[in-house]
């Protein structure tokens, strides 16, 4: 049996398209998709949300709490080293090539 998820967008249900109106009658509402996990979205953001719209509203509604899940209190370094390369181009004039190349401490 497949797995549903309603998607998580805070305004997934006031979006007005065709595939959220239900009801009949007089009795019409625009409700919130219903997403199907599938091979593609099982290990995506996609799993819980309907499309982008829907995911950065519930960023923007939620990043206070999302940060307090694990805040950084310390900045991230990736060890590197900074190569200078001297080279001369198609008519003989020198130039410096620069490029980074990362340094494995392990």
């Known amino acids: ?8 967008g805070p305004k997934c249900h006031t979006q007005e398209t065709q595939s959220r ?3 009949s009658g007089d009795n ?8 199907k996990e599938t091979n593609w979205n099982k ?3 996609f799993k819980y949300f309907c499309n982008k719209n829907c995911l950065m509203d519930f960023i923007a ?6 940060v307090k899940i694990a ?4 900045p991230l ?13 198609w008519r003989g004039d020198p ?4 490029s980074i190349s990362r340094v494995d401490n392990a």
């Open 1 to 8: 049996m497949s797995n549903y998820t309603w998607c998580h």
């Open 21 to 23: 109106v239900r009801g």
């Open 28 to 35: 019409k509402v625009l409700r919130t998709i219903r997403i």
């Open 43 to 45: 290990d995506h953001a």
């Open 61 to 66: 509604t939620h990043l206070g709490e999302i």
């Open 71 to 74: 805040p950084r209190r310390e």
């Open 77 to 89: 370094e990736t060890p590197i080293k900074v190569v200078k390369e001297t080279d001369t181009n």
């Open 95 to 98: 130039y410096t090539r620069t």
